[in-house]
C-alpha cells in the first residue's frame, strides 16, 4: 500500500485545498456524512492515530450543542415537535419548535467541522516542515510568505506535543496524587474526573504554560532567523528536490474524482431532498 509519506508534498496541499473547497461547498446532509466518511477512510489509511478518546469526546459535545441550537432556532418548516411547550406550561407555554430542517443543518455542520479536524492532520503529519515551505516556493510563493505558512502548520503539531509534554510533567510533579486524594484517578493518558469543574481547573493549569511555552518558541525562531539574516536575499537554495511520480497523478485524479462525486450527490438531494439542510 502507498505511504501519504511518500506522496509529493504539492499533490497533498493541492488535494488538501482541492477537499478543503469541497468542505465549504457542500449543504446537504447525505453528501456532508459520504463525505465525512471517505476522509474516515483517508485517515485510517493513512494511519494517522485519533490521540485516543479526546477527539470523539470534544465532537460529541459540540454536536450537541450545535444541533441542538440549530434544531430549536434554525429555518424550516417541517417540524418534529410544535409546539415545543404545552399550552399549560407556565409563561413559555405554545411557543418554540423542533425543526427537520434545523436538525439537518446542525448534522452538516457538525460533519464539516469534523471533516476539517480529520483531514488536516494528515497533511501535516506525513509531510515534514521544511518540504511544505519546499512546496510552496515551487508552487510560486514567495520563500517569506511560504515559511510563515509553514510555521502556522508547524504550530498545530507543537501545541499538541506540548500539551501532552505539560501533562506529564504535572503528573510526575504530583497532580496524579493530588487526583488520587480527592477520588479522581488517571487512565489512557487523559484526565478523567467525576466533577466537571475540577476537571476544566485541571484543563485550565495548561493554558499558561502552553502560551509560555508557544512564546518562548516564537522568541528562538526569531532568533534563529535573524542570526541566519533570514529574508536578506531575495531567493534561496533547498537542499531537497521535488519530483513528480506516477502515484502522484493517481492521488490527483483521486481526489478530482471524490469532489466530482460529492458534488454530485449535493446537487442531486438539494433540489428535491428531504435531507437538504436549512431549505
Given at each position: 500500500m502507498l505511504s501519504f509519506f511518500k506522496i509529493d508534498a504539492r499533490i497533498k496541499l493541492l488535494c488538501l485545498l482541492l477537499l478543503t473547497i469541497l468542505i465549504f461547498l457542500i449543504d446537504t446532509f447525505l453528501s456532508a456524512v459520504c463525505l465525512l466518511f471517505f476522509f474516515i477512510v483517508i485517515r485510517i489509511t493513512a494511519k494517522i492515530p485519533f490521540h485516543g478518546t479526546a477527539f470523539f469526546r470534544i465532537l460529541t459535545l459540540l454536536a450537541a450543542i450545535i444541533i441542538t441550537l440549530q434544531t430549536i432556532f434554525g429555518p424550516g418548516t417541517d417540524y418534529i415537535i410544535k409546539p415545543l411547550f404545552p399550552q399549560s406550561f407556565p409563561v413559555l407555554g405554545g411557543t418554540g419548535s423542533l425543526k427537520w430542517e434545523g436538525f439537518f443543518l446542525g448534522v452538516v455542520i457538525i460533519c464539516r467541522l469534523a471533516a476539517l479536524m480529520l483531514i488536516l492532520p494528515v497533511f501535516t503529519e506525513t509531510t515534514p516542515p521544511h518540504l511544505i515551505a519546499l512546496s510552496l516556493y515551487s508552487l510560486k510563493f514567495n520563500y517569506r510568505i511560504?515559511?510563515?505558512?509553514t510555521m502556522a502548520f508547524n504550530l498545530i503539531t507543537f501545541f499538541?506535543?506540548?500539551?501532552?509534554?505539560?501533562?506529564?510533567?504535572?503528573?510526575?510533579?504530583?497532580?496524579?496524587?493530588?487526583?488520587?486524594?480527592?477520588?479522581?484517578?488517571?487512565?489512557?493518558?487523559?484526565?478523567?474526573?467525576?466533577?466537571?469543574?475540577?476537571?476544566?481547573?485541571?484543563?485550565?493549569?495548561?493554558?499558561?504554560?502552553?502560551?509560555?511555552?508557544?512564546?518562548r518558541k516564537a522568541q528562538n525562531s526569531s532568533i534563529a532567523?535573524?542570526?541566519?539574516?533570514?529574508?536578506?536575499?531575495?531567493?534561496?537554495?533547498?537542499?531537497?528536490?521535488?519530483?513528480?511520480k506516477i502515484h502522484d497523478f493517481w492521488i490527483i485524479f483521486l481526489s478530482a474524482v471524490l469532489f466530482i462525486i460529492i458534488l454530485l450527490i449535493n446537487y442531486h438531494f438539494?433540489?428535491?431532498?428531504?435531507f437538504r439542510a436549512g431549505r
Open positions: 511560504a515559511f510563515i505558512i499538541r506535543d506540548e500539551a501532552l509534554r505539560i501533562m506529564d510533567a504535572q503528573k510526575l510533579r504530583g497532580l496524579c496524587a493530588d487526583i488520587r486524594r480527592n477520588k479522581r484517578y488517571f487512565k489512557n493518558d487523559q484526565l478523567k474526573k467525576t466533577s466537571f469543574v475540577y476537571g476544566f481547573k485541571a484543563y485550565s493549569k495548561l493554558l499558561v504554560p502552553l502560551m509560555l511555552a508557544a512564546m532567523m535573524d542570526s541566519r539574516a533570514f529574508g536578506i536575499y531575495k531567493t534561496r537554495t533547498w537542499i531537497d528536490n521535488l519530483s513528480f438539494s433540489a428535491n431532498d428531504f
